[in-house]
């Protein structure tokens, strides 16, 4: 699949337009990128359902599995903390989470 990214000069902040051929269609997404703020996610992308408190609880879950897969012998443990660590980070750091989204969750406020 090709992709082809393009990314306007401007000032902040910046519009990054993505551009796929998907079976011979042409299909663009926008992003608008705010670079002292983060991705605001628009058309195109994934809603942000993790809101500030979920993610600081996700990430105080993420690091600690992460060392205890680091610093443990067992390789049954080491999978089971590394999925563990790698869920809860990549949550945290997206913002969205899949299992909220098919729950109907939704942690964030207007201030998130």
């Not at 000032?11 to 051929?21: D, G, M, S």
């Not at 809101?51 to 990430?59: K, L, N, Q, S, T």
């Not at 080491?78 to 563990?84: E, N, S």
Request: hydrophobic residues 45%; charged residues 20%.
């Amino acid at each position: 699949m090709p992709v082809c990214l393009h990314r306007r000069t401007s000032a902040l902040p910046t519009r990054l337009v993505i551009v796929a051929a998907l079976d011979g269609q042409l299909r663009s997404a926008s992003r608008r990128i705010d670079f002292r703020r983060g991705v605001d996610y628009t058309e195109g992308a994934m809603e942000r359902n993790v809101g500030g408190i979920d993610r600081a609880f996700r990430f105080g879950i993420g690091f600690p599995s992460l060392s205890v897969m680091v610093a443990t012998d067992d390789w049954l443990l080491k999978i089971v903390f590394g999925l563990v660590a790698v869920a809860g980070l990549t949550t945290g750091l997206l913002g969205y989470c899949p299992i909220n989204e098919a729950l109907g969750r939704n942690t964030t406020t207007k201030r998130d």
